[in-house]
């Protein structure tokens, strides 16, 4: 079982995510915090060690993840809604549920990301080919 205070830590992460929805930063610090205090709650060192070793790492990719999928219509709401679940399945000691949630959103967000570079790849041949002259769709 998370220790309270972790789980207030997930708590508090969600109220900056929400007042940082619309803001220039996306809502990095919050989601930063919000997956850190997940690890801590598994009581797991090594998992804490390697998220505090990468933290700038996985501090620049968040950035860039949200940013990416920012761009996608309800997507802000969407992933407050995600973390939003994942912490009430944390608080009702639901692992199962929590693991199940935490994998899916995972998982989404990287298929969205996904997507995403190959929409824009796409639009980038596209142009390229109008530069050298060439009918796009043909």
Known sequence: RPPRSTLSSSSAAS???KRQ??????????????????AKATKNEMLVYII???SDSMKRNLRTNRIILYKKPGM??????????????????DGKKA???LYQHLQQVEELIKEIIAENEK???ENEKLEDG???VS
Not at 23 to 35: C, K, M, P, Q
Not at 76 to 93: F, N, R, V
């Open 15 to 17: 109220d900056v995510y």
């Open 76 to 93: 802000p709401e969407k992933l407050l809604e995600e973390h939003t679940e994942i912490y009430q399945a944390i608080e009702e000691k």
């Open 123 to 125: 639009i980038v041949e």
């Open 99 to 101: 693991k199940k949630l």
């Open 52 to 54: 505090e070793t990468i």
């Open 134 to 136: 060439v009918n796009p």
């Open 21 to 38: 929805l619309y803001s220039d930063t996306h809502g990095e610090e919050a989601d930063w915090l919000f997956h850190y205090a997940i």
